[in-house]
């Protein structure tokens, strides 16, 4: 078998249907959209999510909790991340940016305890649970709340 000899499957390619080119093509005067209604006009169409007026599905099941237009979402750091720096090194905001330990800021940075570390440092973060704390302390270093 040589290149040239290659061809597609029959059936495989087929010609695009040019709609709208007079009765002799098979799809003229109203171009394979009907006759009336929604779907005949230009930019009509249905919406996603619509069931031709029966109640859609999104409005027949029944609605639970809320969402807390409130809530503060905070990027997460572990005390295992912060082996990265230098013993004795101050980590904060643009430090873990850098870093690519956080991307973005969101509403602050929480410094969490999963993990170890072995040499002192002072991390500047906006929360920060007990255990993290007590094990940066214990490590000889210092957590500063912001």
């Known amino acids: 078998m040589k290149l ?3 061809a597609p499957s029959r059936g495989a390619n087929k010609k695009r249907k040019r709609v709208g080119r007079g009765n002799g093509s098979g799809v003229g005067t109203y171009s394979g959209r009907g006759n009336k209604g929604f779907n005949c ?3 009509g169409g249905v919406r996603p ?8 599905l999104h409005r027949r099941l029944p609605k639970r909790g809320f969402t807390n237009i409130f809530k503060k979402q905070f ?4 005390i295992k991340d912060l082996s990265r720096f ?5 980590i904060d905001e643009p430090a873990l940016l850098l870093a690519g330990l956080v991307k973005g800021r969101r ?4 410094l969490l305890a999963n993990g170890d570390i072995a040499y002192p440092v002072t991390v500047k973060v906006h929360k920060a ?5 007590e094990k940066i302390e214990a490590a000889g270093g210092k957590v500063e709340v912001i």
């Open 4 to 6: 040239s000899e290659l």
């Open 41 to 43: 006009r230009s930019g």
């Open 49 to 56: 999510g619509y069931e031709g007026g029966q109640m859609p």
């Open 75 to 78: 990027a997460i750091v572990n």
């Open 86 to 90: 230098e013993k004795g090194s101050v």
């Open 107 to 110: 509403d602050g940075i929480k």
């Open 129 to 133: 649970s007990r255990s993290a704390v």
